[in-house]
């Protein structure tokens, strides 16, 4: 079964940048579509962004998808998540997420897989 491992998180101030990468081990990284979700405290946890296996079809949620974008390298079995003017409410635990195959794409429910996640903390 793949596995996956967040990394690049850390503590930024408003409208800097950071990015995010998902490490994947496992023979079905190459097939598999790949999500972004986050939590932060005492809320939730919602979908931010998805890829799909090819990298050609991108899903964002609203509040992220002028600033964020998602990119995959099957060559390197990562995925990241770079995400650009980073806001306040940006701050939370970011998991990294295979979805299952023919499934939705923004439910925790679509997807199989999660790694421990990685912090990102959004300073004034």
């Known amino acids: 079964q793949v596995q996956l491992v967040e990394s690049g998180g850390g503590l930024v101030q408003a409208g800097e940048s950071l990015r995010l990468s998902c490490a994947a081990s496992?023979?079905?990284?190459?097939?598999?579509?790949m999500g972004w979700f986050r939590q932060a405290p005492e809320k939730e946890r919602e979908f931010v962004a998805a890829?799909?296996?090819?990298?050609?079809?991108?899903y964002y949620t609203a509040s992220v998808k002028s600033r964020f974008t998602i990119s995959r390298d099957n060559t390197k079995n990562t995925v990241f998540l770079q995400m650009n003017s980073l806001k306040l409410d940006d701050t939370a635990v970011y998991f990294c997420?295979?979805?299952?195959?023919?499934?939705?794409?923004?439910?925790?429910?679509?997807?199989?897989?999660w790694g421990q996640g990685t912090q990102v903390t959004v300073s004034s």
């Open positions: 496992g023979r079905t990284f190459s097939t598999s579509a």
């Open positions: 997420a295979s979805r299952r195959y023919n499934s939705g794409w923004y439910h925790l429910s679509d997807y199989d897989a």
């Open positions: 890829i799909s296996s090819s990298g050609i079809n991108k």
